[in-house]
């Protein structure tokens, strides 16, 4: 058996404030998109290359509501650089956007709400909707998976996802429940259905010390995603997904490599193709039939070594 990954980045653009966005938009647009210095652009070209250097296809759920704040065109720069590479687009939502954009999307925009679950069902039916109409102009492609930003959804997410003719969504993460008590955390950490549309789960683990931590590039030693990776294998899991940004390789709040991470994720997809017998790569499915078998979440472990081992990274990365 082989065990599916889902290597998923989330991608996003965000000025430093809400406060002179107009000014402050072109450079936030270079860093997060390009990510340019003199070692070269560790943003999405970086990631794109790295992943096409080992064969590996990403997933790459954009973000397109600030587009609707400064033009299309600067949507349409970040779908081309990831269709051009021959990975998926898929639609991403931020609905801190929502009271920037005018016309309004809403009638009700007087106040920023950060998370989906802020907002009612027919509020997110129609945000998801003008999201997911403004990414497929973009990409010239019909879409059909969905994350939420932060990882907040509720009940009504899924109703809405479900009207926006959405059928897959990679939304629920054990490590942020945002859901208000609306969908039972038990089941954060298995693939499951709700109404039509299938729910695959960012994978969860428990390191070192036995505490639950997501599969995330930047937050996890390199020894951490291997050693999940062979534990989601060996105890049967069909499917496992790991989470990143565009700006993941970036130091904090600069345009600079951060050659740690950038290594990590070099060793991850040299991982994956060299262990090609156990793990395949690449897009969710179109049309879902049933909720695929997890396997033993249990076995999801890290050795104390792998996490000691990141414990040391982030004490270099802090003196750097």
């Known amino acids: 058996m082989t065990t599916r990954v889902y290597l998923t980045f989330d991608v996003e653009v965000w000025c430093p404030s ?22 070269g652009a560790f943003a999405l070209p970086r990631t794109l290359q790295i992943l096409s250097d080992h064969g590996l296809k990403g997933v790459f759920f954009v973000e397109p509501l600030f587009a609707l704040r400064f033009g299309v065109q600067h949507l349409r720069t970040i779908t081309h650089l990831i269709q051009e590479a021959g990975h998926d687009v898929q639609l991403h939502l931020h609905p801190e956007w929502v009271d920037e954009i005018r016309p309004p999307l809403l009638p009700d925009v007087s106040r920023k709400r950060q998370h989906l679950t ?25 879409l059909h998976a969905f994350r939420a930003g932060s990882y907040a959804v509720n009940a009504d997410t899924f109703k809405a996802m479900q009207r926006a003719g959405l059928q897959v969504d990679s939304s629920l993460n054990e490590a942020f429940d945002h859901s208000a008590g609306s969908i039972d955390a ?7 259905r709700f109404g039509d549309v299938i729910s695959y789960p960012v994978t969860t683990f428990r390191d070192g010390f036995r505490r639950p931590r997501p599969l995330q590039v930047g937050a996890c030693s390199f020894g951490e995603l291997r050693d999940v990776l062979l534990a989601a294998h060996d ?67 890290a050795s104390m070594r792998s996490t000691g081992q990141r414990y040391v990274e982030q004490a270099i990365r802090r003196l750097r």
């Open 186 to 192: 038990g089941g954060f950490g298995q693939v499951q």
């Open 118 to 142: 802020h907002y009612s069902l027919d509020e997110q039916a129609a945000l998801i909707q003008a999201a997911r109409q403004t990414l497929e102009a973009a990409t010239g492609t019909t």
């Open 18 to 39: 809400w406060d002179g966005l107009d000014d402050a938009f072109p450079v936030a647009f270079e860093r997060y998109v390009y990510g340019r210095s003199r070692h």
């Open 235 to 301: 105890a049967g899991c069909e499917h496992v997904v790991l989470v990143s940004h565009n700006f993941e390789m970036l130091k904090p709040g600069t345009t600079q490599p951060d050659f740690i991470v950038v290594r990590r994720f070099e060793r991850l997809c040299a991982f994956l193709a060299a262990e090609s017998q156990k793990f395949s790569v690449g897009s969710y499915p179109l049309h879902p039939n049933a909720a695929p078998a997890m396997g033993d979440r249990a076995a999801l472990r």
